[in-house]
């Protein structure tokens, strides 16, 4: 016979491990209670409790007993029963849900007041003005939380009763002046609602519980939820306490304080204190706070008191506390404490510094920082103090703060830029054209596209700051300006400052804070405790990760920059990129040829070009590998646009017959769905002679660094490989050139042959593509695609805000990896893969392999290595060894 669910536990009989049933807050309690710390008692209705609540709309039939007996021990315990006449007890109903959710759902104090109780404990206290004050708070919080009544008419209410005497602050009214209030409170709540404010002070506290249960439904606290990846199903824990009171008189008071400095790290008490108040005050900000320095001239043995407690709980947690307490005549109480929230820069000192002082081992300071928080250290950003409103919002891209005046082509950036000029990038959306531009460019903003658009995933790889998507932004080229809604009007060369982080657009020029962390990265050097912090954890994350981290990198220049950030090699070389710019034009030729020699010809003049390329890839990553991936777009994209040569042509009275060429080719090369067209390793078996030509350069580039006494170490990556039939043709015609240039040369050449798992089918038939493939690379941008059946640029333009809206994405698949579905296509292909060659390297190389989570699940699905973005080569770099020592060895993040 199974246990009855308990739902109502006194604090004394929890404890820190039990906060998915007692909520955070409930389990810190249990936990000061059980180290005997002094906090008032009291007892915590469980999240069971909240969740049956939440399914079936009435509360658990044994929980009204349960609360009974829990608040008749409370009563015993403190000598007074709750809202008698005389000397009440009163009680305050929190929540506490597992994870902290600050502010977002709803707290009631002073619960047992009624018309009677009030004046008993005035007689009790000998201070009436603190009872009615404590009155008119608890009807104000009860009837706008639990009765509904708009919280403003409360507001407005007493901001007039503050205007007729000329004071500022609510403590400055007299009893009087309180008593009024709280009447007319009862009179708003009366007419607003049709019912009285309740006098029985155990349907107070039974009312209040459901209203703190309905609170974890509200539109913030799911909106909280959505951007934490909090968990819908958890609900809240519902905390019962004595009330103890700060708002007693003048040797009373209440405050926040932190076991060191949350915005810093910097180790010392921290926080904020309020005479003369309760606890909701100092987080209203209702009236100024003091300095928590400032208790130790008011109160110096309350303050020695809390030095202690907090050194107690820092020990006891042995992490960063944050704690709120309150004085009552001189007397100190804890009411709270839980694992204090950060800023990154203090999550890196605070775990360097529990190491350094042996609190905490190297594993669990490694574990407590993460690969986000790291990010944004790297970046520099606007000064904080700036209050400028944006011009628009976008999405966040690819974080930084740059600024520079406005262009509308990639030519005219790098036009600007050559004469030394700062330039931002404004395009509708960027195209592969565009790059020169977005190179040439401080930041790129479109006015479409989400974080996986061209624009996003180009410029998180060359580390340029980005906002996309700013669809309120009417952009213009043929005029060259873009509009606001509000009717402003940017044109080009107007300065703009670009806030990548935050996703905003700024007019004029916005101060700039440059990053110490992003400098000792590439030097290696530290700078002082914050930079020494961060890389003590990537030498930690360095020593215990299995995975690789990689770089996609393009050119010779972003070859350096990686392997300074620690990149171990290029895991994604993107040759399409090279045939841009000037090269334009002998691409373009290639695709007019109209016959073999013309195409041989237009072939012959790009393979210098490209083996200047890989060899000097090759020597910037000398000693690593080096994947290159042959082309992979169709041919078309190298061509201009349709409509732009249509519209030339007819503007034009003595066209240039060559544009007629190339719109004939435009047009005969059109797709419908392009990305699933002639591209990847089908253009390479379509178009003789250009997959040779790009293994020819690959084995020649090769060949002059070992001429060098280099150590290349290149390898050719097959794209959109579906069936094994394809890789074999392609793997046939890569080994002839090889050994023809081996032949030619006189030196061995070794460079493995593998493919792009892109496909569902490549997935699935993973088996038999290892037959031919010494390496896997799982392209999950376009498998996410294929996988889901959507172009990303449409989806995240058009109904991917709904999707996640309703709850269909937690989080975009093109930002996290999708686990239940392409996630499984990941692991069916490893698994497949090595059981035909169990030497078979697997690796990702879309933009999922620098985010977070997505890198925790790659070390459990096996792979060998993550290849990202020059810029997030430190933070995956982290996050790899966090997920060997929390997938595998299995310790958490205590935060």
Known sequence: ?????????????????????????????????????PVPPGFTVTTDACKVYLETGE???????????????????????LGAPDDPLLVSVRSGARFSMPGMMETILDIGLNDQSVIGLAKASGQERFAWDSYRRLIQMFGHTVMGVDGDLFEQAIAAHKARHAVADDHLLDTGELARITMEFKAIISKETGEDFPQDPADQLSRAIRAVFDSWNTERARVYRHREHIPEDLGTAVNVQAM?????????????????????????????YLPDAQGEDVVAGVRDALPLSELKTLDPRAYAELGDHLRTLENHYRDLCDVEFTVERGKLWILQTRVGKRTAEAAFRIAHDLREEQTITADEALVRVDGAELTRLMFPRFD????????????????GAAVGAVVFGSAEAVRRAATGEKVVLVRRETTPDDLPGMIAAQAVLTSRGGKTSHAAVVA????????????????????RRFTTPSGVVVCEGDTVSVDGTAGTVHLGELPLTASDVGRALETGAAAGPLTEAVLGALAHADSVRRLEVRANADTPEDAVRARSLGAQGIGLCRTEHMFLGERRALVEAMILAGDDIAREQALAALLPLQREDFTGILEAMDGLPVTIRLLDPPL????????????????????????????????????????????????????????????????EAVTARLRADGHPRAEIMIPLVGAVEELRLARAETGRVLAEVAAETGIALDCPIGTMIELPRAALTAGRIAESADFFSFGTNDLTQTTWGLSRDDAEASFFPLYLEKGVFGVSPFDSIDQEGVGRLVELAVEAGRSVNPRLETGVCGEHGGDPESIHFFHRAGLDYVSCSPFRIPAARLEAGRSALMDTIGISDSR
């Not at 998180?460 to 005029?479: H, I, N, P, S």
């Open 1 to 37: 016979m199974s246990k009855p669910t308990k739902y109502v536990y006194a604090f004394a009989e929890g404890g820190r491990d039990m906060a998915a049933l007692l909520g955070g807050k409930g389990a810190g309690l249990a936990e000061m209670t059980r180290i005997g710390l």
């Open 59 to 81: 509360e658990p039939p044994e929980l009204g007993v349960e609360a009974a007996h829990a608040l008749t021990s409370l009563e015993q315990a403190m000598g007074r029963t």
């Open 244 to 272: 103890v009171f700060g708002n007693l008189d003048s040797d009373s008071g209440t405050g926040v304080a932190f076991t060191r400095d949350p915005a810093t790290g910097g180790r010392g008490m921290y926080g904020d």
């Open 384 to 399: 904080v103090k700036a209050t400028d409103l944006p011009l628009a919002r976008g999405v966040p891209a690819s974080p």
């Open 460 to 479: 998180r790889g060359m580390g340029k700051v980005c906002v996309c998507g700013a669809e309120a932004l009417a952009v213009d080229t043929a005029e």
């Open 636 to 699: 078309h994209e190298f061509l201009p646009d349709r409509t732009e040569l249509a519209v030339r042509l007819a503007r034009a009275t003595d066209g240039d017959p060559r544009d007629h060429e190339l719109l004939a080719a435009v047009e005969r090369m059109h797709e419908q769905n392009p990305m699933l067209g002639l591209r990847g390793v089908r253009l390479g078996l379509a178009v003789p002679g250009l997959m040779a030509m790009q293994v020819r350069a690959v084995a």
